[in-house]
């Protein structure tokens, strides 16, 4: 029971917990930046082109989160 | 690494290699008239030049070495540095990116000295050539030590050739140059680290029935796949450490640091040219680099894990991208994938050499002249800066050597200068109530506590995260973290108990003026009516003034007004905006797709004659 449990966290630490941490970390960090920019409108949201923009950075967030969480999956 | 590497015909290719790139650098010379065309390239260029440039410029002739031995040691999650740099982008792109364009700052020194004080700017200029000149001199001796290799010529030799050959397009060329030699060897660059992987994948193709890919595919481990690293160990690569050194120092340092990139973006048309380039550069060129920068390490990686007796015996860890290359490429090849590395060098090598002679020029000789000399005269000491730089990179190269590896020599550099900078600018940018005070008590108080941090490990520990403390050598990439946290407390603490800076004073510098900045940039209220691009001939026109002459129906079809102001651009898109300028408009007249320009715009846009250009209002 022990070894399964260490083997459990062994495999948490190489695997999840650094995705969690980059997209949690990063993602308050990414998020708090998109807010910023809009609340002092520097991104103006009505605004067409602005607008899509706002689409590209948060679908770039989600690009790279899917790139790593593929990857963690394929590689077992 | 005691084995020769190599053919002569390798050697020739190298040879020729450095001439193509000198050549190139030498036609596009002709394109440099003042200092605003050799440090910004006229602010002229279209977004996927700026890519493709940007690309040469990030992956330095150390990036191979580097992430190769990070393959070869740890697989998949070498890519982790160059898939990081998303989350600082709403910042950079609605950020520091319009702050930068249009308030017209030529360096980030003269940031600091318009948002804090002079004694910002000095120090600022002070710490960020010292960086760029480190990081050059780091770049030559990455290419040396593997140059002196194949042509058996001492080190320092290899070093000071390198060094005059960069030297000499950059000095003639400016940023024009810079940005189309950087062109063709991002290209160059690209193209030859995927070559080398398809070799790498066919090479591997004969260890057994299956193909090449399936077998690399199915020889590396779990771990060896995984894209991040694990979380805290080994000490000397681990996840979170490179996470706050690379992904948070290392992105910010890169995107709003790095005067180099910052001027590559400055030379583009408009802001909206520079989002794009940056984007398409972190989502789609990023990502291909991370696979050109490491493949070599990933498939000595699976030789290893399934015939090691292929790899010399001798061979370590950073010799694995030099050993590959040479074991899947056939004579010529070799020369050709090894010219990438050159270009890697050159690429980056002339873009901070551009970069600080523009500091040299804007925040040391400027200020010294108080602005009083010619722009030619400026010209000449961008020049001869250009050589300086060079000659004291290579004084450093020596010290550098000295480091174990080229890697702990990178780690080192960026340790010491990221965080300081990084923190100033960013609380500048998005913290108004960021005093000048508190700069400086960042950069000077904030570096004594980084000192107290590498001398007394133990003030890092509680920011280890479990990462184990290296006996003699410290905590490593963690460290950056520590550094931030000093840094930020220090300017945190400093600005609440000094006075607050003047808003009129700092207005158009922080984020919370961005919406604002259009207006400041273009003098009076913005004209964002939707027009039409329209193609015209031009005509010269007898008059000294600036501002461009359309016809009556031309403005109305761009829906400008006069004092709007204008792009003017030859229609052939493939030259990227070469061929351009902004400027405004005029009283109008009657000839429709006729443009009357003067003389001097003629010879800044380069225009040639009878070629249509494409006009459009820009606000």
């Known amino acids: 029971m022990t070894i399964s449990l260490k083997l459990m966290n062994d495999f948490f630490i190489s695997t999840w917990l650094p995705f969690l941490y980059l997209y949690g970390v990063g993602g308050i960090l990414f998020f708090f930046g998109l807010i910023l920019i809009v609340k002092t409108k520097a991104l103006q949201i009505k605004d067409f082109k602005d607008f899509n923009w706002f689409l590209t950075l948060i679908i770039g967030f989600i690009y790279y989160l899917l790139i790593h969480f593929s990857f963690i999956i394929l590689a077992f | ?619």
């Open chain 2, 1 to 619: 690494m005691d084995f020769s590497i190599g053919t002569n015909l390798d050697r020739i290719i190298i040879l020729l290699y450095f001439l193509v790139v000198m050549g190139f650098g030498a036609y596009f010379g002709k394109y440099s008239k003042s200092t605003s065309d050799y440090f910004f390239g006229g602010r002229r260029f279209s977004w996927w030049l700026i890519t493709i440039s940007i690309v040469a410029t990030g992956i330095g002739s150390h990036s191979f070495l580097k992430y190769s031995t990070k393959a070869y040691e740890y697989g998949f999650s070498s890519t982790m540095t160059y898939m990081n740099d998303w989350f600082f982008m709403p910042l950079f792109l609605f950020g520091w990116l319009p702050i930068i364009y249009y308030s017209k700052v030529a360096t980030i020194p003269e940031y600091f000295q318009r948002r804090f004080n002079s004694n910002a700017r000095f120090i600022a200029t002070f710490m960020i050539l010292l960086y760029m000149i480190g990081y050059i001199a780091i770049q030559l001796l990455t290419l040396a030590t593997v140059l002196y290799k194949i042509y058996s010529i001492p080190l320092m030799t290899t070093v000071v050739i390198i060094a005059i050959i960069t030297t000499l397009y950059t000095h003639f060329g400016g940023q024009t140059s810079v940005i189309f030699t950087d062109l063709f060897q991002g290209l160059i660059l690209l193209f030859s680290g995927l070559l080398l992987f398809y070799l790498g994948i066919n090479y591997l193709g004969n260890f057994s029935d299956l193909n090449g890919l399936s077998f690399f595919w199915q020889n590396l481990t779990i771990s060896q796949k995984l894209p991040l690293a694990n979380f805290n160990s080994p000490p000397d690569f681990n996840f979170v450490g490179i996470f706050w050194q690379d992904g948070i120092a290392g992105s910010i340092g890169f995107l709003f640091m790095n005067q180099g990139l910052i001027m590559r973006f400055m030379a583009a048309k408009n802001v909206n040219e520079g989002r794009k380039a940056a984007a398409f550069n972190i989502l789609i060129i990023l990502p291909i680099s991370a696979i050109v920068v490491s493949n070599a390490g990933w498939v000595g990686r699976v030789i290893a894990n399934t015939n090691p007796n292929i790899l010399p015996s001798e061979m370590a860890s950073n010799d694995v991208f030099v050993v590959i290359t040479n074991l899947v490429s056939s004579p010529g090849v070799f020369g050709l994938i090894i010219a990438a590395l050159c270009a890697a060098l050159m690429s980056t090598a002339d873009t901070l050499v551009n970069a600080s002679s523009a500091v040299i020029v804007n925040d040391i000789y400027r200020p010294m002249t108080k602005n009083k000399n010619s722009d030619k005269i400026e010209l000449n000491v961008a020049r001869l800066s250009s050589i300086l730089v060079k000659i004291i990179a290579v004084l450093l190269v020596p010290f550098f050597n000295n480091f174990d590896s080229i890697y702990e020599a990178h780690g080192w550099f960026h340790s010491i200068f990221t965080p300081p900078l990084v923190v100033g600018i960013f609380l500048g940018i998005f913290w108004k109530r960021f005093t000048s005070s508190a700069i400086i008590a960042t950069f000077l108080v904030g570096g004594f506590l980084m000192i107290l941090g590498q001398l007394y490990p133990d003030l890092i520990k509680p920011f280890s995260h479990g990462i184990e403390l290296r006996p003699g050598k410290g905590y490593s990439y963690i460290g950056a973290l520590y550094n931030i946290f000093v840094c930020s407390m220090v300017g945190i603490i400093v600005s609440f108990f000094t006075k607050p800076p003047d808003l009129n004073k700092i207005k158009g510098l922080t984020i919370f003026d961005v919406k604002d900045l259009r207006k400041i940039f273009k003098g009076s209220e913005v004209n964002d009516a939707v027009g039409d691009k329209i193609l015209v001939k031009w005509k010269k026109s007898n008059k000294s003034n600036d501002s461009i002459s359309f016809s009556k129906n031309d403005m109305q079809k761009m829906k400008a007004k006069k004092s709007d102001l204008v792009y003017l651009s030859d229609s052939r898109k493939w030259l990227g905006g070469l061929k351009s300028i902004h400027s405004s408009f005029d009283k109008s007249h009657d000839e429709d797709g006729i443009v009357y320009l003067s003389n001097s715009l003629i010879e800044k846009g380069l225009f040639s004659k009878d070629k249509i250009l494409i006009a459009e209002k820009e606000m």
